[in-house]
């Protein structure tokens, strides 16, 4: 079992940035892909980012080139760095983890609101 834990979410003006962190613990020595999801208020949860164990990315296409996200195998450990803060940002930020057995685990989200 993998528990995630979410960090860094907050109140930030549009332009501005925040770094989201998610650590992970528990039984960590299968995960694989690990990613970031948000769910607006009316709106569906929609893709933010994801990164395998070797990696390798690949974003939303509404988050590319002003968000990016990296991963500290030591720290079991995956960050969300995110510029350009734009009011349509404002979501609730989930991370998630899938081992190599496909078996998915969810944090309990962090809320990021951007203020025009």
């Known amino acids: 079992q993998v528990q995630l834990v979410e960090s860094g979410g907050g109140l930030v003006q549009a332009g501005g940035s925040l770094k989201l962190s998610c650590a992970a613990s528990g039984i960590i020595f299968s995960i694989n892909v690990m990613g970031w999801y948000r769910q607006a208020p009316g709106k569906q949860r929609e893709l933010v980012a994801i990164i395998n164990s070797g990696g390798r990315t690949d974003y939303g296409p509404s988050v590319k080139g002003r968000f990016t996200i990296s991963r500290d195998n030591v720290k079991n450990t995956v960050y969300l760095q995110m510029n350009n803060l734009k009011p349509e940002d404002t979501a609730v930020y989930y991370c998630?983890?899938?081992?190599?057995?496909?078996?998915?685990?969810w944090g309990k989200g962090t809320l990021v609101t951007v203020s025009a």
């Open positions: 998630n983890a899938v081992d190599r057995a496909s078996a998915t685990s």
